[in-house]
């Protein structure tokens, strides 16, 4: 078993906080708490091995009438070491067929909850196909009823959203409802103080470990007073993931304000930050970059095709040589050829103007145009 949490990664635009029906700070708690997992490690008495039996047991109606009710069911495990039969709740038995449990699968079912997990395929049943929809998985070991460490990963979003999902009726009506109104429920400051105090008690009990994660906000600068505000106060938190802020501006006003600050960032939250130092790419990295891409896309370029591009970028922008590809793809193929030449992007690059050559343009012709 894996004993480490995949480190979570929540990636966000703040252009995404200004929504009609939710508040800007909720979202960004939101996805604060979606950048922090939890490790929850519980040993459970469980019954586990291959379904060698499923035999659901019958009898009457106790409303009476003509229908039949589940009152047990016997189920057979098997494990390396040895078979057992339970009679179990027919509750359980709706949790088995939930789970769509058939003779021949690998399960196991928590005494305590009567929860039922099926693991997969037993591969005694596996056949020669080289691919299938179904997962093998091998014989349990041991005896059929043990201990056993559950691990369960989840984010602090996903305890939130699942303690503030309304509980409401399970009748035809209160389930068109809940599909009819796809709104987003706001979860409280109080729930989260709850959910923030039971995850530090498991913490304690070294039931479970906190995971934080990163949380990459793009377009920062898209960020007004009051989200600034809210992020100096939830970067203090014990619970707080590692947060990267991205932007390509200047000295510009900080939304909502006439504030003027580097990158329109408030200079306090700045101070709390480490500014990773950047530099412009250089001939040979742009050439790579474009080699790079030109394979992701599946696109065929020779060498002096993409020394070309890599003085398009040097000229114009790594971007603009970047969108030239796919044109360039076009061109080679009504050409006949599956590869980009350096004649295909020459004749594209006369075709398509740049962001600095079509501001220039702009400027010189500008009595030509509606100002």
Do not use: W
């Not at 359980?92 to 395929?121: C, F, H």
């Not at 200047?250 to 939250?269: E, F, K, N, W, Y």
């Not at 044109?327 to 193929?333: R, T």
């Amino acid at each position: 078993m894996n004993n480490y949490m995949q480190v979570p990664f929540c990636p966000m635009v703040g252009s995404e906080v200004y929504s009609s029906e939710v508040k800007k700070t909720e979202v960004l708690m939101e996805n604060f708490r979606r950048a922090i997992g939890l490790r929850i490690k519980e040993n459970k008495e469980v019954y586990e091995g291959e379904v060698t039996e499923l035999s659901p047991e019958e009898t009457e109606s106790v409303t009476g009438g003509y229908g039949k009710a589940i009152s047990h069911v016997i189920i057979g495990l098997k494990t390396v070491k040895g078979t057992k039969q339970l009679k179990l709740d027919p509750t359980i038995y709706d949790a088995l067929v939930k789970e769509k449990v058939a003779v021949g699968d690998v399960i196991y079912i928590e005494a305590n909850s009567g929860a039922v997990k099926r693991v997969g395929r037993s591969d005694a049943f596996a056949t020669e196909f080289d691919l299938e929809a179904e997962e093998y998985v091998p014989l349990p070991k041991g005896e059929v009823h043990k201990k056993k460490e559950i691990v369960q990963d989840v984010t602090l979003h996903d305890l939130d959203a699942a303690n503030a999902r309304p509980q409401g009726g399970q009748d035809i009506l209160s389930l068109m409802g809940q599909m009819m109104k796809p709104r987003k429920t706001e979860i409280t400051d109080k729930l989260r103080q709850e959910i923030n105090k039971v995850v530090n008690r498991y913490v304690d009990e070294g039931v479970a470990e906190l995971v934080p994660g990163v949380l990459f906000i793009d377009e920062v600068h898209m960020l007004d007073m009051e989200c600034f505000s809210y992020l100096n106060r939830a970067l203090e938190s014990s619970l707080s993931p590692i947060v990267i802020f991205a932007t390509n501006r200047g000295i510009c006003t900080v939304r909502g304000t006439d504030m003027s600050s580097p990158h329109g960032i408030p200079v306090d939250l700045l101070d709390r930050l480490v500014i990773i130092r950047t530099e412009t790419y250089g001939p040979a990295e742009m050439i790579q970059i474009l080699a790079i891409r030109a394979q992701v896309e599946e696109i065929s370029i020779d060498e002096q095709s993409l020394a070309y591009l890599g003085e398009i970028g040097q000229q114009a922008s790594l971007r603009h040589a970047v969108q030239l590809l796919s044109p360039g793809s076009v061109v080679a193929k009504m050409n006949g050829r599956e590869g980009i030449c350096k004649a295909d992007l020459e004749e594209v690059s006369s075709l398509y103007l740049n962001a600095k050559s079509s501001a220039k343009l702009l400027q010189e012709q500008q009595d030509r145009y509606i100002s």
